[in-house]
């Protein structure tokens, strides 16, 4: 590569990286985690010119991006074989929420293959890449898969002991790779495996592992196997094993092999490949000609510069945001002082025991409730001010007995083992649902007990060691109010992270409201005003009553369960500081999100604007954010907020299966909460203990 033509693909680079910063993040018809997940494995292959394709955003099934496929809003396969695609494979691949197909064989990938995989994959091909370094034992949660080829790529170690829970595979294609070592014993559970390549690679050991399996297909060519041939594997139709040391019951070593030797060793078949016969580089990696040499220096050199230039951009917009949230905080600071010198001083609540203990509240006057929309809200007590940053971290567990340190009851400790058996191994029969930090699945234990368990995702367990997950696990078990998803137990074993808890069985207030037509016929106009009146109650509870206060940053109708007699549990309390701060954009479009959130500020008035958006679909039935409706009727809260304060226009906008069985005034109130809720502003919005009384105040004359 010249000069001039290296300036070039730099320039090109700088160009990308900007765009990559000053492009708006754009989410349509696509499930907005898909989107995320595929911009993601766009970066990591390198930007390859594919059609239709966009760095950020972008809508994949609305727009059919190539080699894309789609079922509704959810992509669900990627087929992108001989594209002529370099870089490497996305490190969260198990971001996708819906992927079963992921084919991306014969082209030249390289990198690892990552351990974040999609649960849901049952088709998974990078045969003919250069993929290099181990076989992933996260390959074991893969229970859908059924045809998996990393053949022809530059993987060495061993396979791994990976396939308990593999019985639906039928195709295995591992040949012409560099893995050593014997055979994994769980290869025995394969009961649906009909081919098994394994050539052209230095496997040792013995065969035994595959005696019983119902194989059509096996090719064993070029490795090291020795000992007898079992008689059940002659049998097979086809059946190829040249080139292995057999006929001896004693296994020998593997042969010190060097590319520089001139001799056979004796075990050493005289057809075994050329790769196995070499420990070093294969040909294929090592350059042909100086001219070679020079480009891949080039290249070397331009992606140092891109990396470099990149490091700088993202350094220069930590500082500008670090400087932006320090003048914040400490406009913030000041705030806080002021309210302090000017207000009297609020007493201090009694945590001591688990539930509401506090003070009896006053009678509300009916006035303040008719001048609820007239007024702006009052200031929030200067303790949620000086904590409204707070970012809640987890508290690491001492299992010794220390002056600093107590001893914390945590709730019951599960085995993955035992979590794997309740639930079928995690099966998509038991499948509740899949948020942002992870998947929940129906648990039944074998009292008949039902339980439901709330599995990392690997991304985001990996960020967590064992002693902060279980700082983590002590603060949620913590939380326990009436109105909050009580933590029955946990599980931190082989490198799983997961949370049990109750389970609800009429599902959430989302699924009452949009899905299940049998419970939303129960959702009467009293109902829905008991369950915004008890959803309150449960972050009155986490903003101001508990101790540290809690943000839940994940507020919406999917995370307020309803129990047989429909009382509220709301979910996911505690969690906020699993949520990575590159979600805060998914947060912010899903139609929950606050203003703030576009500076990346979320704060306690944020979870307010949340609870507003969930009232506003109590009044109306429609969802927060409904791709299917009109443009301009597509965000619940840009529709709605203009015509809450014209009564003929609300009473449009009430949801039709209420059959007009409500009062007018009833209504006209329940609107004013949710006008000051979702105000642009967040010093308007109203803390979560004035909610509460508005509403209780509304139950008790029983509008």
């Known amino acids: 590569m010249g000069n001039s033509e290296l300036l070039k693909t730099y320039m090109f680079s700088i160009v990308v990286i900007f765009a990559i910063f000053s492009t708006p993040t754009c989410f349509g018809f696509t499930d907005p985690t898909d989107v995320l997940a595929i911009n993601s494995l766009y970066a990591a292959l390198g930007f390859p010119p594919l059609m239709g394709w966009v760095f950020v955003g972008g809508d994949p099934c609305l727009e059919g991006w190539q080699g894309i496929q789609c079922v509704n809003y959810n992509i669900t396969g990627i087929v992108l074989n001989d594209a002529n695609l370099g870089g490497e494979l996305a490190q969260n691949l198990g971001a996708f929420a819906s992927v079963i197909q992921i084919d991306l064989s014969n082209n030249h990938i390289g990198g690892t293959i990552p351990s974040d995989l999609p649960l849901t994959l049952k088709t998974f091909f990078l045969s003919g890449n250069q993929l290099k370094g181990s076989i992933p034992e996260s390959l074991s949660m893969l229970s859908q898969l059924t045809d998996l080829s990393f053949n022809n790529n530059h993987l060495s170690g061993v396979i791994p002991d990976s396939f308990q829970q593999l019985t639906a595979l039928t195709t295995l294609d591992l040949s012409a790779n560099n893995l050593s070592g014997p055979l994994p014993p769980s290869m025995v559970n394969l009961s649906s495996i009909s081919t098994l390549h394994l050539q052209d690679n230095h496997l040792t050991g013995v065969l035994e592992f595959l005696r019983d399996l119902p194989l059509i297909d ?28 057999f006929n001896t019951t004693i296994i020998p070593s593997p042969p010190v092999l060097s590319p520089s030797s001139s001799t056979t060793d004796e075990t050493q078949p005289p057809d075994v490949n050329p790769r196995i016969q070499a420990s070093g580089p294969s040909s294929s990696e090592l350059p042909h000609s100086s001219g070679q040499q020079k480009s ?22 930590a500082l500008c945001f670090r400087l932006s949230r320090w003048r914040k905080e400490k406009s913030t600071i000041k705030i806080g002082d002021q309210m302090k010198n000017s207000m009297p001083d609020v007493p201090s609540t009694n945590t001591s025991h688990h539930k509401d203990n506090k003070a009896p509240r006053s009678e509300v006057k009916e006035e303040k409730i008719e001048t609820i929309s007239k007024n702006p809200a009052p200031p929030f007590p200067p303790q949620l001010l000086a904590r409204e940053r707070i970012v809640v971290k987890p508290v690491p567990i001492s299992t010794s007995g220390g002056n600093t340190s107590k001893n914390v009851d945590l709730p019951q400790s599960f085995s993955i083992a035992s979590l794997q058996q309740y639930t079928n191994s995690f099966s998509q029969e038991n499948l509740i649902g899949r948020g942002i930090i992870g998947t929940v699945y129906r648990a039944q234990l074998p009292n008949g007990q039902l339980l439901a368990v709330k599995k990392l995702e690997n991304a985001t367990s990996r960020l967590w060691n064992d002693e902060d997950f279980m700082g983590l696990v002590s603060n949620v078990s913590k939380l326990q109010n009436e109105n909050i998803v009580p933590l029955e137990g946990y599980c931190c074993d082989h490198g799983q992270k997961l949370f049990v808890y109750k389970h609800c069985k009429n599902g959430t207030l989302h699924e009452a409201l949009h899905l299940d037509e049998e419970i939303h016929e129960k959702l009467s106009w009293n109902a829905r005003v008991h369950v915004a009146l008890h959803a309150a109650k449960a972050l009155e509870y986490l903003h101001e009553v508990c101790q540290p206060l809690v943000v839940h940053r994940n507020f919406k109708s999917a995370n307020i369960l309803l129990d047989e007699e429909l009382n509220v549990l709301v979910s996911d309390c505690g969690l906020a500081p699993l949520i990575p701060s590159s979600y805060i954009s998914l947060l ?21 604007y949340s609870f507003g958006v969930v009232m506003l679909e109590l009044l109306t039935g429609r969802k927060a954010l409904d791709r299917s409706r009109p443009r301009g009727e597509q965000f619940l809260v840009r529709w709605a907020v203009p015509q809450l304060h014209d009564i003929e226009a609300l009473l449009r906008m009430v949801d039709p299966s209420l059959d007009a069985a409500y009062s007018s005034k009833s209504l006209s109130r329940f609107a004013d909460i949710i006008s000051l809720c979702v105000q642009a502003e967040p010093e308007f919005r109203p803390p979560m203990s004035e909610i509460v009384e508005n509403l209780l105040h509304m139950t008790k004359i029983n509008l």
């Open 218 to 245: 096996l090719d064993i060519e070029n490795n090291l196997f020795s000992g007898p041939i079992p008689p059940r594997l002659l049998s097979i139709p086809n059946f190829r094993s040249n080139g292995n040391p």
């Open 588 to 608: 912010q479009i899903s139609g929950y999100g606050a203003p703030e959130l576009e500076s990346g500020s979320y704060t306690y008035r944020s979870d307010v």
């Open 296 to 317: 891949q220096v080039a290249k070397k050199l331009l992606w140092v510069a891109v990396g470099g230039l990149l490091i700088l951009v993202l350094l220069t917009l």
